[in-house]
């Protein structure tokens, strides 16, 4: 048995000091639906838990320039059931109900939703290598059951994809990461928070020693008109993505003003390319460009056997995605 302490923090000061001051394992916990759950497995064997559910962090607040600032223990119900967010931003309420179950998103935040780890077999099965869990060991995924891995962005040491619904909406929507730690405070921007496996797969977020989310942040521009969140899984709920898609376009009649596609399920941090968006600016909204977009967004896609079906899957998705957010 591990011995682990707990404690409830007081405040963002001495959470921080606490976390980032040890050579101890620390976890902050939130609503605790993928920690626990990690420890059980022995995946995750922390010594120390600091509970962040009693810190000033469970507020919607609204932005001087028009924006929302996400407490990050406000809850993925909270979040998703909130007037502005449903207002301005339906994509990120869509794919926030598209995920887990109502009573997991009613104990979930999101901070600990950003910091969810992956669903890969191997990496929750102590007795297979993996370079996520255990560096050096290997990777079982490369040569074993592959069919939830990832296609794009992956390495030789990690084939691994990031499992959350949320993050993928938050990519489309160029949402801000605000975070505290010893060093002051710091925003990241979504894209810049979570890494690609590279050789260092157990680095999954760029967030240092001890730092904690505080919030995320939203631009005013949510493309509450045109949006789609659609996602392929194997069941209609309660299943993880195998291809996810958030699809926002801010149109002028037929043309393109803004275009931006995140896909989830395919890599191990949501992926999108505003370079290949941009390529799209002022064309028309149409099928044969939408499959443009999707061809160029897939290239280098490679599949590990079991997960071929992604790269097919991958192009369709996203051309429906965005046939559906130009029809609303
Ligand atoms: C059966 C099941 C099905 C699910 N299906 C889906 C799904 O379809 N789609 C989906 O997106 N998710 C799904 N989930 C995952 C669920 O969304 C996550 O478990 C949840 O969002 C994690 O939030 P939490 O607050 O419970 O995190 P916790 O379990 O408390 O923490 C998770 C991690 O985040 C860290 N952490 C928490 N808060 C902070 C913070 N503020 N700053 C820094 N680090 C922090 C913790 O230290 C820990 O490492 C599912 C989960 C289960 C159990």
């Not at 995750?44 to 924006?67: A, V």
């Not at 493309?223 to 069941?235: E, I, N, T």
């Not at 896609?301 to 429906?320: E, H, M, S």
Request: hydrophobic share 40%.
């Amino acid at each position: 048995m591990n011995n682990i302490s707990f404690s409830k923090a007081q405040d963002i000061k001495s959470a921080i000091n606490t976390a980032g001051s040890t050579e101890k394992e620390v976890r902050y916990i939130g609503g605790g639906t993928n920690l626990l759950d990690l420890m059980k497995y022995r995946v995750e064997n922390p010594d120390q838990l600091i509970d962040i559910n009693h810190l000033d962090l469970s507020e919607i607040k609204s932005t001087d320039d028009g924006g929302l600032v996400l407490g990050a223990t406000v809850t993925n119900a909270d979040t998703a059931y909130h007037e502005k967010v449903e207002k301005n931003y339906p994509l990120l309420s869509e794919a926030i109900l598209a995920a887990a179950s109502a009573q997991l998103r009613n104990m979930a935040t999101n901070g600990g939703n950003l910091m969810q780890r992956t669903r890969c077999y191997y990496f929750y099965d102590t007795s297979m290598p993996c370079n996520k869990r255990l560096p050096g060991s290997g990777c079982a995924a490369l040569e074993g059951f592959n069919r939830i891995h990832a296609i794009l962005g992956a390495s030789e040491h990690c084939i691994a994809t990031h499992p959350s619904d949320m993050a993928v909406a938050l990519a489309a929507l160029d949402a801000t990461v605000l975070v505290s730690g010893k060093e002051g405070e710091r925003k990241i921007p979504i894209l810049e928070f979570h890494r690609l496996p590279g050789d260092t797969p157990h680095n999954e977020t760029n967030l240092k020693k001890g730092e904690l989310i505080t919030g995320i942040e939203l631009p005013k521009k949510g493309f509450s008109m045109h949006y789609a969140y659609l996602k392929v899984r194997d069941r209609p709920s309660y299943a993880f993505a195998l291809v996810s898609v958030a699809a926002a376009l801010e149109l002028e009649g037929d043309k393109i003003e803004d275009i931006r596609v995140a896909l989830g399920g395919v890599a191990h941090k949501p992926w999108r390319k505003p370079e290949i968006e941009k390529e799209f600016q002022q064309m028309t909204a149409s099928r044969e460009n939408f499959e443009a977009l999707a061809k160029k967004l897939l290239e280098g896609a490679t599949g590990y056997g079991d997960n071929d079906f992604k790269i097919p899957l991958a192009k369709k998705t996203i051309v429906r995605a965005l046939t559906e957010a130009m029809e609303k």
